[in-house]
C-alpha cells in the first residue's frame, strides 16, 4: 500500500499543546482559539414540545452546559425553535441551541431561522442539491455548522470506497468542507464520532492531520457516541475524549450517556478542566522534532528519510526553540490504526506477560493483607489478580509470601524489598519476581545468579528508568519497566518516550502502567486508555481503593474493556436518547443489562431509532433498535432479523436471538 506521508495530527506526542483554530461563535459563545474547552448536551424531549424542552435546557444550563442540542426530525417541529428560543430568552436565558438535523434539508433551512447552529450528518444529508442553500443560509444569517460525521452512518457512496473506517469519516467530511469553502463559508466545527474509542480516536486524528494537511484549522466538537451509562459510559468517554485533548485535539465536549441530560455535565467539565490549566504548558520531558530522527512511540511508524533528516539538521537550532516541525509518518500503521506494541514475553510464576499475552492485571497488598487476597482469589469474581505485588520488610512476610504461593497456584508474586539487604537472597527464592528502584554492583551479583527471574525496574521518570535498564540488561533479558507519578498527564508523556528508546524497542521489553492516581476513576480511565489504545502496556495496575480489593479490580478490567484491550463480561452500546427515541431507553437498557449482565465476550446494542443504529453496531454482537411507536427491530450483526415486534415481546426475543446464535450461557 502507498505510503503517504501526513502531517502530524499533534504538534508533539511529549508535550502538551493545544491545536491552534479559528474561532467560532455560536450565538455570544466562542468554540476554538483560546476559549476554554466548551461544555454541550442535548435535550431528550421533543422540539414540538416547547414547555418540556424549555426545561430541560434550563436544567442543563444551571447544570454548567454551554451549548444545547435539540433533536429536530420534521420541518414542522423547526417551527417550533422559534416558540423554544423566545421562550428562553424571555426568562433570561441565552445559551446558544443548536439543531441536529438528519436526512431532512428542509428541517435545516428552516431550523437556521431560529437558532445559532446547525448540525448535520454528511452521511445523511444531501451533498449534491441540498447542503449549498444551506450553507449560504447560514452565511447570509451569520450561524454556525456542526459537520457531525458517525462511524455507523456512513453513506453508501463512502461506504462502498473506504467501507466504514476512519479514512472513509474524514473524506466525508471534507466533502462537506470542501463545498463550505467554496462558498468562503468557514464557521464550522467538525465531530468524529464512534462508540468504539480506538476508532474515534484515529479518525480524529487522521482528520487533524488532513485539516493541517490543507491548511484547515476548524475547531474540533470531542465525543464517543453510545457510549451507555454508569462507570462504564463514563470510562468510555474520558478514554476517547481524554485521550484526544491529550494530543491537544479539541475544543468542545459532549460526554454521551444514557442517563438524564444533566447527568452528562459534571463528568464534562471534570475532562475539560483537567487541561485548562495546562493550555500552555510544557512537560520537562518536551523533546524538539529533531530528535525524531530515531524511531518514536509506537511500532510503525518509520523514520524520517535521508532527505528529511538532512532537512532537519539544517535546521537544529530552529527545532530545539519550536515543537511546530511537522514529522513523517504511515497513517495506516499507526495513529490512525492500532497496533499493539511487540514486546518479549516474560514468565512470572504461572503467569505469562508480554507479547501475545493478554494485557495482565496486577494488585498491591501488604503481606498481613495476604488473607484477604487468598480469599478473593477463591471467590467467583470475575476480576481475578494475575500478578500481586507485596512489600517485603520482615523474614515473617517472606514466610507469608511462600504460604500464599502454595495456597494460590494461579497467581504470581511480585516482591519489592523493604527490609534489610540481608533479606534478598531468601526473598528471590520466594518471589516470582523482584522490583528493583535501584541497582549496585551487588545487585547486579544478584541478578546474575537469577537470571532466570523475572525484574520489574521502577523509576518516576523515563531517563532513570533507562539508565536502571542499562545497569540490568546485561544481567538479565526478563525485564519489565515502569514509571511512576501522580499526573497522569506526565505519566502518558513519559511512557510514550520511554517506548521510543533504542535500549527498550530492542529487546522489546515489556511495559508495565502503573497508576497512583488512588480512585480517580476519570483520570485512571485517560492514563490507560490512552496509552493502551496507542498499543502501549503488556500489565496494569491501579492503587487498592479504600481498601477494597473486589472494587478496585473490577474497575482495572472495566478499564481495560472500555479501552477494547480486554474483554471480559458482556458490554453495551446505548445511545442517549434524543427527541427521536419513542421508548424510556434509561428502563429498558437497564432491563436488558439485568437479564445479560451474566454473559461473557457478547457486546449488545440499545438503539433509540433507526439514525444511527445500524452502523454504530457495526461490531456489536446483537441490536435491539426503536422502529416506532412500541416497535422494535432486532439485528444480530448487521443483519436485521426481525422487524417491528412489539415491545412488550422484544426484551424476550432478543434473548431467543442470543440463544440461536449459541451466545447465551445460563446464570449460575
Given at each position: ?28 459563545v ?33 447544570a ?13 417541529e ?34 437556521a ?13 444531501d ?7 444551506l ?45 463550505c ?9 467538525v ?52 485521550s ?23 463528568v ?10 495546562v ?39 530552529e ?25 518479549r ?16 492485571t ?9 488473607p ?26 517472606i ?15 511480585l ?40 525484574f ?20 538479565s ?5 515502569t ?7 506526565t ?6 518516550r ?22 480517580n ?29 473486589k ?38 437498557t ?14 449488545i446494542?440499545?438503539m ?6 445500524p ?6 454482537d ?18 436485521c ?28
Amino acid at each position: 500500500m502507498k505510503q503517504i506521508i501526513f502531517p502530524s495530527y499533534c504538534e508533539n506526542p511529549f508535550a502538551y499543546k493545544r491545536r491552534q483554530t479559528r474561532i467560532v461563535k455560536v450565538g455570544q459563545v466562542g468554540i476554538g482559539g483560546d476559549n476554554p474547552i466548551r461544555i454541550q448536551s442535548m435535550t431528550t424531549t421533543r422540539a414540538s414540545d416547547t414547555e418540556a424542552t424549555v426545561a430541560q435546557t434550563i436544567q442543563l444550563v444551571n447544570a454548567g452546559c454551554e451549548i444545547v442540542r435539540i433533536t429536530v426530525p420534521t420541518k414542522e417541529e423547526a417551527k417550533n425553535l422559534k416558540n423554544i428560543t423566545h421562550t428562553l430568552r424571555s426568562k433570561n436565558i441565552h445559551v446558544p441551541l443548536v439543531a441536529d438535523i438528519h436526512f431532512r434539508p428542509e428541517a435545516a433551512m428552516e431550523a437556521a431561522d431560529h437558532v445559532d447552529k446547525i448540525r448535520i450528518n454528511p452521511g445523511n444529508f444531501d451533498l449534491e442539491k441540498r447542503f449549498s442553500p444551506l450553507v449560504l443560509k447560514l452565511k447570509s444569517l451569520g450561524r454556525a455548522l456542526r459537520i457531525g460525521v458517525n462511524h455507523g452512518s456512513l453513506s453508501p457512496r463512502i461506504m462502498n470506497h473506504y467501507g466504514d473506517t476512519p479514512e472513509g469519516m474524514v473524506e466525508s467530511a471534507l466533502e462537506f468542507i470542501r463545498v463550505c469553502e467554496q462558498h468562503h463559508f468557514h464557521d464550522i466545527v467538525v465531530s468524529m464520532k464512534a462508540s468504539n474509542p480506538k476508532i474515534t480516536i484515529a479518525a480524529y486524528r487522521l482528520m487533524a492531520a488532513r485539516l493541517t494537511q490543507g491548511q484547515m484549522n476548524y475547531p474540533f466538537h470531542l465525543g464517543v457516541t453510545e457510549a451507555g451509562e454508569g462507570e462504564d459510559g463514563r470510562i468510555k468517554s474520558a478514554i476517547g475524549i481524554g485521550s484526544l485533548l491529550e494530543d491537544g485535539i479539541g475544543d468542545t465536549i459532549r460526554v454521551s450517556l444514557t442517563e438524564n441530560p444533566e447527568c452528562e455535565i459534571p463528568v464534562a467539565k471534570e475532562i475539560a478542566e483537567m487541561y485548562s490549566k495546562v493550555r500552555s504548558a510544557v512537560f520537562r520531558e518536551t523533546l524538539c522534532c529533531a530528535s525524531w530522527q530515531n524511531p518514536t512511540f509506537c511500532k510503525g511508524r518509520p523514520a524520517p528519510s535521508k532527505s528529511e533528516a538532512q532537512s532537519k539538521k539544517q535546521n537544529t537550532q530552529e527545532s530545539q526553540n519550536s515543537s511546530q516541525s511537522s514529522f513523517s509518518l504511515n497513517y495506516i500503521r499507526n495513529a490512525y490504526a492500532y497496533t499493539r506494541r511487540e514486546s518479549r514475553e516474560i514468565q512470572i510464576g504461572p503467569i505469562r506477560l508480554g507479547g501475545k499475552q493478554p494485557i495482565r492485571t496486577l494488585a498491591s497488598l501488604s503481606c498481613k493483607n495476604l488473607p484477604q487476597a487468598s480469599e478473593y482469589e477463591k471467590s467467583e469474581d470475575k476480576h481475578p489478580i494475575e500478578i500481586l505485588e507485596c512489600p517485603v520488610k520482615t523474614r515473617h512476610d517472606i514466610a507469608s509470601l511462600q504460604n500464599f504461593k502454595s495456597a494460590n497456584e494461579k497467581t504470581g508474586v511480585l516482591a519489592r524489598l523493604k527490609g534489610p539487604d540481608a533479606l534478598m537472597d531468601k526473598l528471590m527464592d520466594a518471589a516470582d519476581a523482584v522490583l528493583f528502584t535501584s541497582v549496585d554492583k551487588k545487585t547486579q551479583k544478584l541478578i546474575t545468579r537469577h537470571r532466570q527471574k523475572a525484574f520489574f525496574l521502577e523509576a518516576d521518570n523515563a531517563k532513570d528508568l533507562l539508565q536502571l535498564a542499562k545497569a540490568v540488561s546485561p544481567y538479565s533479558q526478563n525485564i519489565i519497566l515502569t514509571i511512576t507519578g501522580r499526573n497522569h498527564s506526565t505519566l502518558i508523556r513519559q511512557i510514550r518516550r520511554l517506548a521510543t528508546y533504542p535500549l527498550v524497542k530492542e529487546p522489546n521489553f515489556p511495559i508495565h502502567i502503573k497508576s497512583d492516581l488512588s480512585d480517580n476513576l476519570l483520570r485512571n480511565a485517560i492514563l490507560f486508555g490512552a496509552l493502551l489504545c496507542d498499543g502501549l502496556g503488556d500489565s496494569v495496575q491501579i492503587p487498592i481503593m479504600k481498601k477494597n480489593l473486589k472494587n478496585s479490580m473490577e474497575l482495572i478490567y472495566n478499564i481495560l474493556q472500555g479501552a477494547g484491550a480486554r474483554v471480559t463480561k458482556a458490554e453495551y452500546v446505548s445511545c442517549p436518547a434524543c427527541g427521536r427515541t419513542l421508548f424510556d431507553i434509561q428502563k429498558v437498557t437497564e432491563r436488558i443489562k439485568s437479564k445479560t449482565k451474566h454473559l461473557k465476550n457478547v457486546k449488545i446494542a440499545v438503539m433509540g431509532c433507526i439514525v444511527n443504529g445500524p452502523g454504530e453496531m457495526a461490531d456489536a454482537d446483537f441490536g435491539y433498535v426503536g422502529a416506532g411507536p412500541d416497535k422494535i427491530n432486532l439485528y444480530a450483526g448487521k443483519n436485521c432479523i426481525e422487524k417491528n415486534i412489539p415491545m412488550a415481546h422484544a426484551e424476550d426475543k432478543l434473548i431467543e436471538l442470543i440463544k440461536q446464535n449459541g451466545k447465551w450461557t445460563e446464570q449460575g
